[in-house]
């Protein structure tokens, strides 16, 4: 009986942390609903223009000045992908302004206006939120600047002309697979076995994490339909699960109040999360409260950050995916070359970034899922990207 209280109280309570998580931060601009995946939207309308590639900007001259807008340095990623994209634009003649707007929308829109006012005439930008861009978005068009968004769909604009990411679907459907994977799902299917898991989506205002979530449930719904995976909190719609602004500290007062609202009598087996932030998050939860390595559950994570690598070394996160940012920055300065000088821009996907106006040509970079078994091989070995000493190994 008592525990049915103490239960209740907590389930209440968290919803309201999760109201808090996912409807609007205190100082940042409210997050709006859920947008529609783009091809969702494209359906629904069946009206979106296919994006023109511009005239080149400065077919005849050399160098010239790029604006580049990152949204945080408080992820390590985007402090990579922004020194990748400095450096290659530098080697290549041209000069950069790179600045960071620490999860601010409105500092986000200011850096863009500046970089206008200040003569840029490129800007690539990775938003926070791109349905607060739209109208920096027109006056850059206005003023004859191309714009190129990065890894983040630039949503409702007709001023993006070309668009470098990630499969980021397949991100969803990579984080889902290995779940099925590392637990043999399809065996615990046959035996009438079932492991309990709980979601952790990333921020409503970035379309990546509508498309990740669709991913995930792509590979999970039929385990959920079927009871093969059980949600205690019955917390598994897009609306029900994304976190605003991608904040590790959501993420972990939400597991906090999970484990103490739905899992006092039986264990959590999987933690389904969409960035390394939030598995840091997870885990300072389930050390809380008192998980070891014996009951650890499958905790996944998006980035192979330098200390997601380290956790799943030392056991305390599973898997991330691994997303080559030096890549993403070569496909992306390859746009830039485009709309500066008229070169042929890599694109290999021209139907699936709709973003409600236009559709914008893509060079989307593969996706890989790593764990203890591979992360040497892939993450050391093939790309580089962190050297053995970096991971301790
Ligand atoms: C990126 C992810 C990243 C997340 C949080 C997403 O838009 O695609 O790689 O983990 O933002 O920064």
Same mark, same amino acid.
């Given at each position: 009986?008592?525990?049915?209280?103490?239960?209740?109280?907590?389930?209440?309570?968290?919803?309201?942390?999760?109201?808090?998580?996912?409807?609007?931060?205190?100082?940042?601009? +409210?997050?709006?609903?859920?947008?529609?995946?783009?091809?969702?939207?494209?359906?629904?309308?069946?009206?979106?223009?296919?994006?023109?590639?511009?005239?080149?900007?400065?077919? /005849?001259?050399?160098?010239?000045?790029?604006?580049?807008?990152?949204?945080?340095?408080?992820?390590?990623?985007?402090? &990579?992908?922004?020194?990748?994209?400095?450096? &290659?634009?530098?080697?290549?003649?041209?000069?950069?302004?790179? #600045?960071?707007?620490?999860?601010?929308?409105?500092? #986000?829109?200011?850096?863009?206006?500046?970089?206008?006012?200040?003569?840029?005439?490129?800007?690539?930008?990775?938003?926070?939120?791109?349905?607060?861009?739209?109208?920096?978005?027109?006056?850059?068009?206005?003023?004859?600047?191309?714009?190129?968004?990065?890894?983040?769909?630039?949503?409702?604009?007709?001023?993006?002309?070309?668009?470098?990411?990630?499969?980021?679907?397949?991100?969803?459907?990579?984080?889902?697979?290995?779940?099925?994977?590392?637990?043999?799902?399809?065996?615990?299917?046959?035996? =009438?076995?079932?492991?309990?898991?709980?979601?952790?989506?990333?921020?409503? /205002?970035?379309?990546?994490?509508?498309? @990740?979530?669709? =991913?995930?449930?792509?590979?999970?719904?039929?385990?959920?339909?079927?009871? %093969?995976?059980?949600?205690? %909190?019955?917390?598994?719609?897009? #609306?029900?699960?994304?976190?605003?602004?991608?904040?590790?500290?959501?993420?972990? #007062?939400?597991?906090?109040?999970?484990?103490?609202?739905?899992?006092?009598?039986?264990?959590?087996?999987?933690?389904?999360?969409?960035? /390394?932030?939030?598995?840091?998050?997870?885990?300072?939860?389930?050390? =809380?409260?008192?998980?070891?390595?014996?009951?650890?559950?499958?905790?996944?994570?998006?980035?192979?950050?330098?200390?997601?690598?380290?956790?799943? @070394?030392?056991?305390?996160?599973?898997? %991330?995916?691994?997303?080559?940012?030096?890549?993403?920055?070569?496909?992306?300065?390859?746009?830039?070359?485009?709309?500066?000088?008229?070169?042929?821009?890599?694109?290999?996907?021209? %139907?699936?970034?709709?973003?409600?106006?236009?559709?914008?040509?893509?060079?989307?970079?593969?996706?890989?899922?790593?764990?203890?078994?591979?992360?040497?091989?892939?993450?050391?070995? +093939?790309?580089?990207?962190?050297?053995?000493?970096?991971? =301790?190994?």
């Amino acid at each position: 009986m008592k525990r049915k209280v103490l239960s209740t109280i907590l389930a209440i309570s968290m919803v309201a942390t999760m109201v808090v998580g996912c409807g609007g931060g205190s100082t940042q601009t +409210e997050a709006p609903a859920a947008e529609a995946p783009a091809d969702d939207a494209a359906e629904a309308s069946g009206d979106s223009a296919q994006a023109e590639a511009p005239a080149p900007v400065a077919a /005849d001259q050399e160098g010239g000045k790029i604006g580049v807008a990152m949204p945080t340095q408080s992820s390590e990623r985007w402090i &990579k992908d922004g020194g990748n994209m400095k450096e &290659k634009l530098e080697a290549l003649g041209y000069e950069v302004d790179l #600045q960071y707007a620490e999860d601010d929308v409105q500092m #986000q829109v200011s850096q863009i206006e500046n970089m206008i006012a200040s003569g840029a005439q490129c800007l690539v930008i990775a938003s926070i939120d791109s349905g607060a861009l739209v109208n920096v978005e027109a006056q850059a068009k206005e003023a004859g600047i191309p714009i190129i968004a990065y890894d983040r769909l630039l949503m409702d604009t007709d001023a993006v002309s070309y668009y470098a990411s990630f499969d980021n679907e397949g991100v969803g459907t990579a984080i889902g697979e290995y779940i099925k994977t590392a637990k043999d799902l399809d065996a615990a299917q046959a035996a =009438g076995e079932s492991y309990t898991i709980e979601f952790f989506m990333g921020s409503p /205002d970035d379309n990546n994490a509508v498309l @990740l979530h669709r =991913g995930v449930m792509g590979v999970l719904q039929p385990y959920l339909d079927d009871g %093969t995976l059980v949600c205690k %909190t019955g917390r598994t719609s897009f #609306q029900d699960t994304c976190i605003l602004r991608w904040s590790q500290e959501t993420a972990q #007062q939400w597991c906090e109040n999970y484990l103490t609202g739905f899992y006092a009598d039986e264990d959590l087996d999987i933690a389904c999360t969409a960035f /390394d932030g939030f598995a840091y998050g997870v885990k300072a939860a389930l050390q =809380g409260a008192g998980y070891t390595a014996d009951n650890w559950p499958v905790v996944t994570g998006q980035d192979a950050e330098l200390m997601a690598c380290k956790n799943i @070394l030392d056991g305390t996160q599973t898997a %991330t995916i691994f997303k080559d940012t030096s890549l993403l920055a070569d496909k992306c300065v390859t746009m830039v070359e485009a709309v500066m000088k008229g070169a042929e821009p890599e694109i290999n996907d021209t %139907t699936t970034y709709d973003n409600n106006v236009v559709v914008v040509p893509s060079y989307l970079c593969t996706p890989v899922a790593v764990d203890k078994d591979n992360l040497q091989a892939v993450v050391v070995d +093939e790309a580089n990207y962190y050297t053995a000493e970096e991971l =301790g190994l």
